[in-house]
């Protein structure tokens, strides 16, 4: 079960580095060097296209198109329509011909290939000498970013020189929208366009089913010939020159790229800027950015890039700019998992934005309410009260087309209500808490009551899925129980708490009755938890008397076990596939002793075969929790680095997004200590031996906190508002000047 | 929930009448007018076709069509092939013209329309006066029968007499291929005739994907000039002629209808029986049948009209011609279920044939023993060793494709063992027993085995689905695990008791080792079996504490719960399908006591919704067995005119061809109290109210036991040899002459 590193990029504490070219790693190479500014995202494809295998895929955030979907047996609460994230135009199509050769890597000769992505602006730049069989060696340099400042631009700067010759050149800057999605085997768009400008070229294209428009506007800034070319969702501007002998030669590219979704007003259409303002703009950016963020690995290098190639990816994905988006599975780096977001948004990814961006978080937030009307159809869809989120989304209906997961699982509602907590808690947002916070756990409550129920020994839910997918229609599952506990009781306590008027708005809009809130409270208090006497808690009713399997004795070569076991198999011994009982513990670190976290580790891991990548940052994080340091090392172990060292040998279908925030979480959570239940922040680092030094920072309402671990101390300092926090257990008030401790226990 | 008769037919003690003619009851009349004799099966539809609704369904005992199937999300052991029974060609198709008018009772004006169907021959007659636009009245009679006795043979007659004029008539008879399959909107044959003889049409069809060759001569009698028509899988002869005023004409056809699948040699064809010929055969035949197998059922005409119907339709289905047969759940009387047999097979029909057609009995088991290669393929498919039966079959492959059912049930394979005991028991076929039945037992057992798990309290099965298919994915499902543990035991047994020759000659064809009985009957004796103390079986672990739901509170409007519940809703109360704990205790019930037997009733009967049409009879007759006369009764109620009345509505798809079976055994085990386990035949009868008496026959090896129930007595006399029986827990041997006793405790 153990997994390998397949290290192909250079280290470096800044850059990715990619020196000579092996096309057996076209495609993972694709990913690895995707730019994304969270409204697109562009995979690291050549932009001259060619013969070499790619997976020429560039996504446009929230951008999805529906098709209709007939199940094989047809019952009620089986979802009927599912939808995916459209691959959008290739804005980056360029084609480069010398007299009658084209640049094609795949076909052409050439030496000195070099690829970097500098984390510290977003600029990705390929350079390599190209050895033309006519015109000798010409030098070449691809240049992309996309502005995060001014997020509807994509900019590209091409630099060519001869070495040996003059050249005739014939340079296309193209928009392609007839790139196919390769899942469905389409191009999913219609040319709408209705004029082309005379020095600019307008392509305006249309999703067939969901009508969103996305609107690209070429500016190419090149020195020659100009010929518009325009065909069916084409575009292009073509330059013939001659590339004088040792004399650099720079064009570039602006493409605007609006997207309007149905009712969308469009927005005012701004100038096109160039290169080196947007490099600029990217800079000061990420200066920012790692000013506030940067986690700093002393003694690690491989560490170190991972990390900091995890926040730069995480950042680029989504930092909040629009409500409507959400984080997919493969952020916009691939087809993979169709653009669909699942709950890993609330439990992995957003205690990373609480930490660092609250104003992203918020969105997220908004985003389960602004699909709050979807989650209540589901709901009815069951015949079920409130709402029940979807297990995979973009436009917050259910994608899910297992009814085994689209309506036996319940956490994607519960951590919805676990995410409004914590946000809550730690921001102190008492606005959105008792308005769209408020409305939302009234309707989640409402679901979670609605499917559950009572027994002689009180409240719980029967036919679940909880997080461990290898158990199914069970009851009683621990973390299933546990979660609708919390939503249950916080929801009554939130009602409770709020203010007579905003109770009267809450009512207003929900017809919210009085007796709701008491019923939620008493299924809370009365939940069922089955434990045994030692403390471990029994993941669902029988699991203890299922037949046990020894996960090491199951030969390498059966992974993944769906892959290679008899469906129903799986779900027939103790084996887990993720955690169920520790996720709880990892969501509500304050409510277990460590003795309770220590025995159920000391159950559960060894049955668990992490078949989910998010498996291990989970017991990473528990192991430190309750000192078992070697093992939270090997479970981190290849957490910074899964994509850039193709860990799961699938990075070429895109970038395993949260588990890159997960890789963030097991740093700050398990080495760095850090809790925040309550709004209340307090931390216990310890550090790694081979680790001379670890750096982090965390925004807590108005302060920035500092932390710094050393082999024998800490030290702690905020910028902004003093911090009231706990160290090791100990209550201190944290400013500007450094606080430091001895680091106890060693 | 209660069901209503919704009564048409006349009442008759040995014919079904229908007085008059309803179009309202067009479909359900086809049912119900359905003929069969195990070979083919031909729906009551008007052989002149017409522009009623009509299911125009023929069909041919273990004829199919095979298709390939995606599942929705592809997972290894999930089917990807399904079958179906298809429309067989139309060998009644007539077309009767009088000058420009063409027969359709949809259309024409018709008077004094009868039709009868004779128990006592199965022969179908239809007459109706119709009344001309241009010629008057004609008095129309058709009459149709398949040869039981010779059954490739289809006949029809059509009588004519014109009451006002002389009439010039076209009379086509025909045999039509082109019939669509309605469910799959097609026809299934290729045209494969390559001759056409000079007074015989020729008709050959082909099954596009499983070669199955369908042959049909047509030969007609009838006077007037002769033309032969013939196009893509059409034949017909054309007769014209005068119809003479006053005198009856009469004309009729013999259509033999071979099937060969691949492989098989042509059979020799036989000459064209007349009509009278073949309702001479079928009179002698069912007077032969009658004679050995009528229930008698005095002072309710109504039961036994519908009792008689039962028996008549469960032997035209099914008697052992061919052991490639097995019992579609419709029979050979519509396009539901698919044809497929389901374990309803072994479990509910089989006990008629071992206790009056025991090679009928024995041919069953030898459709499982010929499609043991198909299961033991499915048993891989499943990971698993050994061979599972499927849940639903025609040609022995897995045909259903819920993964829910064809990977979860295990009784399908558990029934063919319960089948092999019982058989084995009551006619002594050691021979049968000890090669085919123990080979088959050695791969189940093997399969059961490998199913299950051990755990610290014994032996079980993990994620099952029993015969209550309101619970999924449930763990020691009572059922499942009384069946595994008594099919295990079995096995064990069997090659215990085995010959030394008999047991080298097995090992030899299943390379079993000593060890694996062992291994089974170990699990047999260590298998968990949860009990309350109150003697009340869980039925599975954690039904107990399921949410209790009152099924009487659930609204009429809401059954059946499939069409009107979200799918995972059905799933997590304590409300059963149909009987899980009394199916095993039906099974039996020489292995409970009636303590326990009553105990379990009263505690599974309110809890159940018989959502099967199945469930009625299990619980008719456990209530018999504990004394519940009166709940009994309950459940008989409609148990022998379910169709009749159309009671649940949809006799118009075909008829209920398990219930068919399960109605003889209610009267048979539940008013007569008959047990024959372990081959020991006893009886303890008692007698409804307002019967007057009760008269039935079993045939036990080589003995026919004649039983006689009357209020006060009961009288017991053998045909063939004499029988050792127990009668009222008293044992006695009956023979020839007649045992009388007094009924206890009345």
Chains 1, 2 share one sequence.
């Not at 995916?84 to 010398?98: I, K, Q």
């Not at 691809?142 to 631009?153: D, I, S, Y």
């Not at 279908?653 to 809790?675: C, K, Y």
Request: hydrophobic fraction near 40%.
């Amino acid at each position: 079960m153990g997994k390998s590193a397949d290290r192909y990029f250079g280290l470096d504490t800044h850059r990715i580095i990619e020196k000579g070219f092996d096309p057996a790693h076209a495609l993972e190479g694709e990913s690895i060097f995707s730019l994304a500014n969270e409204h697109m995202g562009v995979r690291g494809y050549f932009e001259e296209g060619g013969s070499l295998p790619s997976l020429r895929g560039s996504y446009l955030g929230g951008v999805y198109e529906a098709q209709p979907h007939r199940p094989d047996s047809d019952y009620l609460g089986f979802v009927h329509r599912t939808h995916y994230m459209v691959t959008a135009a290739d804005a980056l199509a360029t084609r480069l011909a010398v007299g009658s050769e084209t640049l094609d890597l795949g076909l052409c000769a050439f030496t000195d290939f070099v690829r970097v992505l500098d984390m510290r602006n977003g600029l990705l730049t390929r350079s390599f000498v190209w050895r033309t069989a006519a015109y000798g060696a010409i030098e070449v340099r691809f240049e992309r970013l996309l502005a995060m400042e001014h997020p509807q631009w994509l900019v590209q700067r091409i630099t060519l020189c001869a070495l040996d010759q003059d050249v005739p050149v014939m340079l296309t800057f193209a928009v392609d929208g007839n790139i196919i999605h390769k899942t469905n085997g389409q191009c999913q768009w219609v040319d709408v366009s209705d004029s082309a400008g005379e020095s600019r070229s307008v392509l305006a294209l249309k999703t067939a089913s969901t009508d969103i428009t996305a609107r690209y506007i070429l500016q190419a800034t090149c020195t020659g010939e100009t010929r518009l070319l325009r065909s069916n969702r084409y575009v292009a501007q073509q330059h013939s020159f001659t590339l004088a002998r040792g004399v650099a030669l720079q064009a570039e590219r602006a493409v605007s790229v609006v997207v309007l979704h149905p009712g969308d007003a469009p927005d005012p259409q701004g100038d096109a800027p160039a290169f080196a303002d947007v490099l600029a703009g990217n800079t000061a950016h990420f200066q920012a950015y790692w000013a506030a963020n940067d986690v700093e690995i002393g003694g690690d290098p491989e560490n170190q890039q991972g990390v900091r190639y995890c926040l730069f990816q995480l950042h680029s994905t989504y930092r909040g700019l629009s409500p409507r988006d959400n984080i997919g599975a493969k952020g916009l780096t691939g087809e993979a998992y169709n653009g669909h977001a699942f709950w890993d948004t609330e439990t992995y990814c957003l205690p990373f934005y609480l930490l660092s961006e609250p104003q992203a978080a918020k969105h997220l937030l908004l985003y389960r309410y602004h699909t709050l009307p979807q989650a209540m159809a589901r709901a009815r869809e069951l015949d079920l009260q409130g709402a029940c989120y979807p297990i995979a989304t973009m436009d917050g209906t259910e994608a899910c087309t297992l009814w085994q997961h689209s309506s036996l699982q319940m956490q994607p509602s519960t951590s919805v209500a676990y995410a409004i907590q914590t946000y809550a808690e730690l921001t102190g947002d008492q606005a959105f808490l008792y308005r769209e916070g408020a409305e939302m756990l009234v309707q989640i409550a409402r679901y979670v009551l609605s499917r559950g129920g009572w027994n002689d020994q009180g409240f719980g839910f029967y036919g679940v899925m909880g997080p461990d997918e290898f158990h199914m229609m069970v009851s009683h599952d621990f973390y299933t129980n546990y979660l609708g506990k919390k939503t249950l009781h916080y929801a009554a306590k939130v009602i409770r708490d709020m203010g007579e008027q905003e109770r009267a708005a809450l009512t207003a809009k929900t017809g919210l009755n009085a007796a709701e809130p008491e019923a939620w409270a008493l299924a809370a208090e009365r939940m069922i938890l089955l434990r045994r006497a030692d403390g471990v808690f029994e993941q669902h009713e029988g699991y203890f008397s299922l037949p046990h399997i020894d996960v090491q004795a199951i030969p390498v070569g059966e992974f993944p076990l769906y892959d290679h076991w008899s469906y129903d198999r799986i779900y027939r011994t103790d084996m887990l596939k993720q955690p169920d009982v520790l996720m709880a513990m990892f969501l509500y670190p304050d409510d277990f002793t460590p003795e309770e976290k220590a025995v159920n580790y000391a159950f559960y891991e060894p049955r668990c075969i992490h078949e989910s990548s998010l498996s291990p940052s989970v017991h990473a994080i528990i192991a430190s929790e309750v000192g078992l340091r070697g093992a939270a090392l090997d479970f981190f172990g290849f957490a910074t680095r899964l994509d850039l060292d193709n860990y799961n040998r699938n990075t070429r279908d895109g970038l395993h997004l949260s588990s890159v925030a997960a890789a963030w979480m097991t740093i700050v959570r398990g080495f760095g200590g850090v809790r925040f239940e309550g709004g209340h922040l307090s931390l216990a680092p310890w550090l790694p031996e081979h680790w001379t030094h670890l750096r982090f920072s965390l925004r807590v309402r108005e302060s920035l906190l500092r932390v710094q671990v050393e082999p024998q101390r800490v030290a702690l300092h905020c910028e902004g508002a003093p911090l009231t926090l706990t160290l090791y257990g100990q209550t201190a008030m944290v400013g500007n000047t450094p606080l430091t401790m001895e680091r106890p226990g060693l």
